[in-house]
């Protein structure tokens, strides 16, 4: 297997596992009257209990199989990014995946310095072509350029790897 496909492997796991959080997180929501079917009002206090109780079992029930469910899933995209990890130390590429990862910043923080709206906002009113004098139009194309040329190294390093 390449180390891209265990990447997109690794990312649908990740959204089966957002899924189950929120499954998880609606079961824990409900509520005893919420799914109650029949008329409360007409039935003994006695009785009330006992269906709160089931519904209280049934509800831990599908909690903990959840949970469960939860933390195998989590182990094996522990282990599958632990394992992508190896990989990119052994090739180098973890090096290159960090400094993607500063680009990335910089270029969103250069990117935030140009946006008009943002000026105005804040009310400095300064003049767009001031941001070319000081060299952050060709900063950012500078940045584009080697952030194009790592992604390309990347994504061939990540096709051409078996894990």
């Known amino acids: 297997m390449k180390i891209s496909e265990k990447l997109a492997e690794l990312k649908q796991m990740e959204g089966e596992l957002m899924r189950k959080y929120g499954l998880r997180d609606s079961i824990a929501k409900q509520t005893f ?79 935030g310095l140009i946006k008009k709206d943002d000026f105005m906002s804040r009310g400095l009113n300064i003049d767009i072509d001031v941001w070319e004098e000081l060299g952050i139009s060709d900063r950012i194309s500078l940045l584009e350029k080697r952030k194009s040329k790592l992604d390309a190294e990347i994504q061939h390093s990540n096709w051409s790897n078996d894990l």
Request: charged residues 40%; glycine residues 6%.
């Open 33 to 111: 009257k919420d799914t109650m079917v029949m008329d409360i009002s007409e039935m003994k206090k006695k009785d009330i209990e006992a269906e709160q109780k089931k519904f209280i079992e049934a509800k831990k029930g599908k909690v903990n199989k959840l949970t469960e469910s939860i933390e195998e899933l989590q182990k094996k995209i522990i282990g599958g990014r632990n394992q992508v990890n190896k990989k990119n130390i052994k090739s180098g590429l973890d090096m290159k995946l960090i400094e993607m990862k500063f680009l990335r910043l910089e270029l969103s923080k250069l990117m």
